[in-house]
């Protein structure tokens, strides 16, 4: 069988997403029965941090639960990638997987795959208030670069006199280095800042910080659900 387009190839080596499934595959029936109940329910935004509360509250056993939650989290969008029905998505997944594994996979029975098929069918179908989270990542995914990592860059330049033997004074330098993603293509940006221009950029993040609270004041108090975070946090340092 070929491998679909929508399943990404290098997870045939990945050893993690087969022991998932491998754990998927095997919990008892009550657990996944009643995790994917409690998420029924839920009509709210599930975030990361949501989705792993409720699960944790249905079935506590940590390793069982990360299982879960990464086919929660992947499953869906490769299901809508595939264009597939539920059904027609789990069988052509699980005929993936019926392929020869890497070395680092871990091994599935057919007992196995015919658990994980019917699972996955499960998991891939439409659940509100995940799908309302996927809608809000995605609108804020329509727009600008994902920032990966932010920097702020202080140090000294020395000002040599004309024979490079006496440094004849020092400037103090701040350099901002921004990572970010496009697509699938990483970029890095270097700009130089005076003083004057970090105090300035200090105080348009103090505003825009302020201006992001008022605006969830005013949702709040007109009872407008405010999703968790779809942005995840850049890492930042100071040099």
């Not at 050893?15 to 919990?27: E, G, N, T, Y």
């Not at 941090?49 to 939650?69: H, N, T, V, W």
């Not at 004309?162 to 940006?189: C, H, K, S, W």
Request: aromatic share 6%; with cysteine.
């Amino acid at each position: 069988m070929p491998i679909p387009s929508f399943f990404p190839q290098q997870i045939l080596t990945d050893a993690a997403f087969w022991r998932d499934s491998q754990v998927v595959a095997r919990m008892l029936e009550d657990l996944f029965d009643r995790a994917l109940i409690r998420l029924d329910a839920e009509r709210g935004f599930i975030g990361s941090a949501k989705l792993a509360d409720l699960l944790s509250s249905e079935i506590g056993d940590p390793r069982q639960e990360e299982a879960l939650f990464n086919f929660l989290i992947n499953v869906p969008g490769w299901q809508k990638s595939s264009g597939d029905l539920p059904s027609e998505f789990a069988r052509s997944l699980t005929g993936v997987m019926r392929k020869p594994k890497s070395d680092g996979a871990t091994a599935l029975t057919d007992s196995d795959l015919a658990t994980l098929e019917a699972r996955i069918q499960r998991i891939a179908l439409p659940r509100p208030g995940l799908d309302k989270q996927r809608k809000a990542e995605s609108l804020v995914r329509s727009t600008g670069a994902r920032l990966d990592k932010l920097t702020l860059i202080t140090d000294l330049r020395p000002v040599f006199d004309d024979e490079a033997a006496v440094v004849e004074a020092m400037l103090p330098m701040t350099t901002l280095r921004i990572a970010y993603t496009i697509g699938n293509n990483q970029f890095v940006a270097e700009v130089r800042m005076s003083e004057s221009e970090v105090a300035d950029l200090c105080k348009k993040a103090d505003r825009a910080k302020k201006k992001s609270e008022t605006l969830k004041g005013m949702l709040e108090d007109h009872k407008i659900t405010v999703p968790d975070s779809p942005i995840s946090s850049a890492d930042s340092e100071d040099e």
